[in-house]
């Protein structure tokens, strides 16, 4: 067994064209990522706390019915409330999910679910 697993700072997201321009606006003017696009089809986004996204942006990327079935993803912010109300502001849509309650889930698009959890 291993004794001290930690989950890493990097996440990979295959998105749709069509769904680029909103995970963009949700993960730079919502979450405060700087965007860096290395090459064309790819852009990786840097948060201050050392974590990175990066963005593979494929036409034949799942969609949004696909990534709701998927693992879901947690975001840890200091203000969960506000929080939402600019990923709302962004047009990131929430998400009902029926197993829990306690936590708010949204999804951009055709992009991984997520939910936010107090810092």
Do not use: C
């Amino acid at each position: 067994m291993v004794s001290k697993m930690k989950f890493g700072t990097n996440q990979k997201w295959i998105i749709r064209p069509d769904t680029h321009p909103l995970v963009r606006r949700m993960l730079g003017e919502v979450f405060g990522g700087t965007p860096k696009s290395p090459r064309p089809g790819l852009e990786i986004f840097t948060f201050a706390g050392g974590e990175h996204v990066g963005l593979f942006i494929e036409a034949d990327a799942p969609d949004a019915p696909t990534y709701a079935k998927t693992a879901w993803l947690e975001f840890s912010v200091d203000d969960i409330d506000k929080t939402a109300k600019l990923l709302e502001s962004a047009g990131v849509s929430r998400v009902h999910y029926d197993a829990d309650h306690e936590h708010l889930y949204f999804q951009a698009g055709a992009s991984p679910v997520f939910r936010l959890a107090k810092k």
